[in-house]
């Protein structure tokens, strides 16, 4: 645990840029995400809770995932063809139109709040779970410029997926292993207090 957050915090100062929106257009990220609309919305809220809304979520997150899924480092049958023919220049725009948009955020389940704002705020330190704020925020807004992502507000359905895909080593995208070895140790009930949790975060 102590080895994770730590990994953490030297990951909240690196930069990786100074721009807001790494170079990205938004206008040209705007008229290239028409096909990304059908699944994400038209201004980055998805409908489905199986899928992740993108508005608001920081640029360099943004382009490090499509990389990610361009490289092979992270798959998904939808998103991995989508990707495949974005050069750089194209994941700067997506990510900086994304950035600019509002999100819309939801609701947490009444009965998993105090379950899920404990292991967000203070982790379980029994189990060697780290603490959720710990990397991304006390509000859940990330780090920009360390690619950690903004998660307030995130599908509670879309984020315990995350989480079991990151215990089965079955995503692989994140910095030095630090998601799966937190979701590792997550019991299913956590997954989806904490999950539930940060989809009421604002």
């Not at 645990?1 to 257009?25: E, H, K, N, P, Q």
């Not at 700067?92 to 704002?117: I, R």
């Not at 404990?118 to 603490?131: D, F, H, I, Q």
């Not at 690619?147 to 995503?171: C, D, F, N, V």
């Amino acid at each position: 645990m102590i080895r994770t957050v730590l990994s953490c915090a030297i990951a909240l100062f690196v930069a990786t840029g100074s721009s807001a929106w790494a170079d990205g257009d938004a206008e040209a990220g705007k008229a290239r995400s028409g096909v990304c609309s059908a699944c994400h919305g038209a201004d980055g809220n998805s409908v489905n809770p199986q899928w992740p809304s993108l508005a608001g979520q920081h640029a360099a997150y943004i382009v490090s995932q499509l990389a990610a899924y361009k490289s092979g480092t992270r798959s998904n049958a939808l998103m991995t063809p989508m990707a495949m023919p974005l050069d750089e220049q194209a994941q700067k725009d997506l990510g900086a139109f994304y950035a600019t948009q509002s999100h819309k955020g939801g609701t947490a389940d009444p009965n998993l709040v105090d379950a899920g704002e404990k292991l967000y705020r203070g982790g379980n330190p029994a189990t060697g779970v780290s603490a959720c704020a710990a990397c991304h925020g006390p509000n859940g807004q990330g780090n920009p410029d360390a690619k950690m992502p903004m998660i307030a507000g995130q599908h509670a359905t879309y984020t315990a997926e995350q989480l079991r895909l990151y215990a089965s080593g079955e995503r692989r995208s994140d910095m030095e292993q630090m998601m799966r070895n937190i979701a590792a140790q997550m019991s299913d009930a956590e997954i989806e207090a904490v999950a539930s949790y940060i989809q009421g975060l604002r």
